[in-house]
T-cell receptor, first 118, second 114 residues
Framework: GAVVSQHPSWVICKSGTSVKIECRSL??????MFWYRQFPKQSLMLMAT?????????EQGVEKDKFLINHASLTLSTLTVTSAHPEDSSFYICSATDALRTPGNIQYFGAGTRLSVL | AQSVTQLGSHVSVSEGALVLLRCNYS??????LFWYVQYPNQGLQLLLKYTSAATLVKGINGFEAEFKKSETSFHLTKPSAHMSDAAEYFC????????????FGQGTTLQVKP
């Protein structure tokens, strides 16, 4: 149980285009989803927290207009990188939690999406 | 505010040797503590968690960790390393009742030599 699916696993795009990344909880309802960014050999940096049906809460320094997050249902959250540029190239990871099902705030992680912007 | 410090960005052990990955935390309230493992180009997999029950926590793949409040530590151990244990390990902390936001340590790369 507690499987989180992230798609695509790898995407290459041209500079100036937008890319959408999906994060799905397959066997539980995710009341909260998180989006992280990870640079090579570094830890995870939290970008935003999203709760189903409400606006995402962005961490300081993260551009909300650049990284659009939608959490329209209890099983799906999307991250759209708008007008992507080479500096947006990174590994993006989502996680999901269900506060009712998993006391202790356990987060279950997707496999990540590697974004390469040419 | 919570924080996590992992001592040693890189740990190298021989196959069959003891694995010890260090994690110290800072929290003004009782914390929840986690160890996650990350294999290359993959997401994070939960190894084990401490959520205010038993202080010695057993996880998957033979790993365990002990919560020591007096030392503010939550070190990860495994009696005998296996080649497949080579990966990146992250310690993380959160507190009860918050948004569930995790604070991660810097990560420790575990190398296992044959």
């Amino acid at each position: 149980g507690a499987v989180v699916s992230q798609h695509p696993s790898w995407v290459i795009c041209k500079s100036g285009t937008s890319v959408k990344i999906e994060c799905r909880s397959l066997d539980f309802q995710a009341t909260t989803m998180f989006w992280y960014r990870q640079f090579p050999k570094q830890s995870l940096m939290l970008m935003a927290t999203s709760n189903e049906g409400s606006k995402a809460t962005y961490e300081q320094g993260v551009e909300k207009d650049k990284f659009l997050i939608n959490h329209a249902s209890l099983t799906l959250s999307t991250l759209t990188v708008t007008s992507a540029h080479p500096e947006d190239s990174s590994f993006y990871i989502c996680s999901a939690t269900d506060a009712l099902r998993t006391p202790g705030n356990i987060q279950y992680f997707g496999a990540g999406t590697r974004l390469s912007v040419l | 505010a919570q924080s996590v410090t992992q001592l040693g960005s890189h740990v190298s052990v021989s196959e069959g040797a003891l694995v010890l990955l260090r994690c110290n935390y800072s929290s003004s309230v009782p914390p929840y503590l986690f160890w996650y493992v990350q294999y290359p180009n993959q997401g994070l997999q939960l190894l084990l968690k401490y959520t205010s029950a038993a202080t010695l926590v057993k996880g998957i793949n033979g790993f365990e960790a002990e919560f020591k409040k007096s030392e503010t530590s939550f070190h990860l151990t495994k009696p005998s390393a296996h080649m497949s244990d080579a990966a990146e390990y992250f310690c993380a902390v959160t507190i009860s009742g918050n948004t569930g936001k995790l604070i991660f340590g810097q990560g420790t790369t575990l190398q296992v030599k044959p």
